[in-house]
């Protein structure tokens, strides 16, 4: 099992910066890539962007491409994401995610931090 714990949600006007963080525990060893997801009121939970823990190569989804950049600290198995030009689409839940060796999807889940986006 691999453990995550979101941080770093708030509320703030559009146009400022946020910085979330997600720090894993547990079977870390066996960590692949780590995403971030997100899930609006009323919506489907949708991909934000992933980074592969070994190379640290990313993947960003069209809609925050540019503004959304995704880093990791790999000394203390945490990984962030730096929101900047947030608009009021962005507010949604906030969700991190790891993939593990050997799998293709996303088997272990954070609780979700609230990120909310005024006009």
């Known amino acids: 099992q691999v453990q995550l714990v979101e941080s770093g949600g708030g509320l703030l006007q559009a146009g400022g910066s946020l910085r979330l963080s997600c720090a894993a525990s547990g079977r870390t060893f066996s960590i692949n890539a780590m995403g971030w997801f997100r899930q609006a009121s009323g919506k489907e939970r949708e991909f934000v962007g992933s980074?592969?823990?070994?190379?640290?190569?990313?993947y960003y989804a069209d809609s925050v491409k540019g503004r959304f950049t995704i880093s990791r600290e790999k000394t203390d198995y945490t990984v962030y994401l730096q929101m900047n030009i947030l608009k009021p689409e962005d507010t949604a839940v906030y969700y991190c995610?790891?993939?593990?060796?050997?799998?293709?999807?996303?088997?272990?889940w954070g609780q979700g931090t609230q990120v909310t986006v005024s006009s």
């Open positions: 980074i592969r823990w070994s190379g640290g190569s990313t």
């Open positions: 995610a790891v993939s593990t060796i050997g799998s293709s999807d996303y088997r272990f």
